[in-house]
């Protein structure tokens, strides 16, 4: 393998999750299992983690770099929305930690041939999953009504000129299928004001497309109370995330959790990287984690 993801935060992972000796953990977004083997390093000789990806791409890679662990590691391809039915299948228990670092890794920005990247030209995809998943962003671009595609650019996207982008992508597919990325980016490019931003102009509209395609803010509802019923008294979650939609969600969470005493949180604010992780790896740049101990 050519490419390996750095994981973001990895001092502030293993400070939130504490992990001890025969202690055991799941990882629902294990990627290339950056985060998990820091973790089963502290948690030798008989620890476990349970690792979840989506893409089975991730899943082989991270089989792979991680050998010398095969012994503690358990994979499942599947979505961590799936969680109490993947943790029956594999009798997993008791459940010390769980982790959560969402969106995509930067090998599948990379190397997946997915359409994530606006910088490579390939075909729009952006499926995780792309065994038992239908939707992709070609088909959202090609045949959502106008209206739908600007809502998402809006809501998952944030993008301010969703209308503008919208209304061009339903003019230019009746020309031609938008098939590819660079034939998405020059839509993109054509229908907003070229003005100095800090952020590429097709960062929000892909983004919105991904979050689509996969899902993602729903998957997240879905698994946080899943995650509470999963974890041991005393256990901690670790959520890692990338934008403000997903870091609403969590806090929101986190919060109500410890109103009902539930959870006590551990992040009074939430954690970012250092300005020196950043310039390491710039993946970190938006993270930010929230973390909380079950009561
Ligand atoms: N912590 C990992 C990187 C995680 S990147 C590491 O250190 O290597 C996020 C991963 O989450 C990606 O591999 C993506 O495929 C996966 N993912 C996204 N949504 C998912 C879902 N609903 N279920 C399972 N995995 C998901």
Redesign the pocket.
């Known amino acids: 393998m050519t490419y390996i993801?750095k994981?973001v935060l990895t001092k502030e992972v293993l400070e939130y999750l504490n992990p001890k000796e025969n202690e055991n953990f799941i990882d629902?977004?294990?990627?290339?299992?950056?985060?998990a083997k820091l973790i089963l390093e502290k948690t030798g000789p008989n620890g476990k983690v349970l690792g979840?990806?989506?893409?089975q791409e991730?899943i082989k890679n991270c089989r792979e770099l991680l050998k010398n662990f095969e012994k503690r590691l358990i994979l499942e391809n599947d979505?961590?929305?799936n969680l109490p039915k993947i943790i029956k299948k594999e009798n997993f228990g008791p459940i010390n930690g769980i982790l959560l670092?969402?969106?995509?890794?930067s090998w599948?920005l990379e190397k997946s041939e997915k359409g994530f990247s606006f910088l490579k030209d390939e075909p729009l995809d952006m499926r995780?999953d792309s065994k038992n998943q239908n939707l992709t962003a070609e088909q959202i671009i090609n045949e959502w009504p106008e209206n739908k595609i600007e809502e998402i650019l809006k809501e998952y996207g944030e993008e301010s000129f969703a209308r503008q982008i919208s209304k061009k992508i339903s003019e230019e597919r009746q020309k031609e299928r938008i098939k590819s990325t660079f034939q998405l980016v020059k839509i993109i490019e054509n229908s907003v004001p070229k003005k100095f931003s800090k952020i590429h102009f097709a960062t929000r509209t892909f983004q919105a497309l991904r979050i689509a395609v996969?899902d993602?803010l729903n998957?997240l509802i879905k698994v946080l109370p899943e995650a509470i019923l999963a974890l041991s008294q005393g256990g901690r979650i670790v959520i890692i995330s990338f934008h403000s939609l997903e870091d609403r969600i969590a806090k929101n969470f986190l919060k109500n959790k410890e109103k009902e005493k539930i959870f006590k949180i551990l992040t009074k604010k939430p954690i970012t990287a250092s300005n020196e992780e950043i310039q390491i790896n710039p993946r970190a740049r938006s993270a930010k984690i929230r973390a909380a101990i079950k009561l």
Do not use: K
């Open positions: 993801h994981p629902c977004t294990v990627g290339q299992g950056g985060h979840i990806d989506a893409d991730q979505s961590y929305a670092d969402l969106g995509m890794s599948q995780y996969n993602e998957n």
